[in-house]
């Protein structure tokens, strides 16, 4: 063995005590299945290994290893989207939200969230509410607006990458937005003493 | 032609991806001008990209991975 092999497996031996907590907490944020986040994480070091060459010691490896993750998250979202693509604009009606003529319904009108600040984005119970409220939307909902958040693609080139018409993205956010709103109402902003 | 809240508010979401046609553009703003309703949306909407933008590995619950599977990976990475 040379050197470099040397001082590469045990760079992988310190990042892994270091960082596959950190890590695998996130993949599990990202995908709520622990099985997954188990997956992805054993093959973000996968990948880190091999590529241990090219990572420079400029950067810090913790972003890189994070940046690998992401990566990997993202395809696993856009595989799924693609298995469930089939049943797309069947789940999920929009007629509790709107009547007819695509007007709002009276007790789904939208008001502004007053009890909504800044503070909330770091309000650990707050937190929990949104991960829920995420979690809630069907799978392929959940896979498209993670695609939306967690990649610096375009639109265009994620439904490319999806197999989907933009307008089928469009509907597939519209709702999720609506659905997202509506169960943060009922799981945060209207409930008492928050 | 004037626009129904449910096309509006598809409207507001793409917006946040894309940009808007010229036509598009000029309909959601003569909606949004007599639309109250929408409007909060459209502001609730933008709080909601916040919210989820804001989502970072610090933010998510802390768990542990199994020693078996740290094992597993620091074996498997001696391979390659």
Redesign the interface.
């Known amino acids: 063995m040379d050197n470099d092999v040397i001082s590469e497996t045990t760079s992988i031996e310190r990042w892994v005590s270091d960082y596959a907590d950190d890590l695998y907490s996130w993949a599990f944020y990202k995908t709520s299945n622990k099985e997954v986040a188990e997956d992805l994480t054993q093959d973000t070091f996968l990948a880190a290994a091999k590529g241990a060459s090219k990572f420079k010691g400029d950067s810090n490896p913790k972003t890189w290893l994070f940046s690998i993750l992401n990566n990997k998250i993202a395809d696993y979202h856009k595989k799924k989207f693609k298995k469930m693509n089939a049943g797309i604009m069947e789940d999920g009606d929009q007629s509790s939200f709107f009547n007819e003529k695509g007007e709002w319904r009276e007790n789904n009108l939208p008001s502004i969230w007053e009890n909504y600040d800044e503070h909330l984005l770091d309000n650990s119970m707050f937190n929990d509410a949104l991960k829920q409220c995420l979690h809630a939307l069907p799978e392929l909902w959940f896979s498209a607006t993670t695609m939306k958040y967690h990649s610096q693609k375009k639109g265009s080139e994620i439904c490319q990458e999806l197999g989907i018409s933009e307008s089928n993205y469009w509907q597939i956010l519209h709702r999720s937005k609506l659905q997202l709103r509506s169960c943060l109402n009922t799981n945060w902003f209207t409930k008492e003493n928050k | 032609m004037s626009l129904?809240?449910?096309?509006a508010?598809?409207l507001i979401?793409?917006q946040t991806?894309?940009r808007l046609s010229l036509g598009e553009r000029i309909k959601l703003r003569m909606h949004l001008n007599k639309c109250q309703?929408?409007k909060?949306?459209k502001?609730?909407?933008e709080?909601?990209?916040?919210?989820?933008?804001?989502?970072t590995?610090s933010?998510?619950?802390?768990?542990?991975?199994s020693a078996k599977?740290?094992q597993?990976?620091?074996d498997?990475?001696?391979g390659?």
Do not use: G
């Open positions: 129904s809240c449910e096309k508010t598809v979401e793409k991806i894309t309703d929408c909060n949306f502001i609730d909407s709080k909601m990209d916040q919210m989820i933008k804001h989502q590995p933010t998510a619950q802390k768990l542990e991975l599977i740290k597993q990976i620091i498997n990475s001696k390659e």
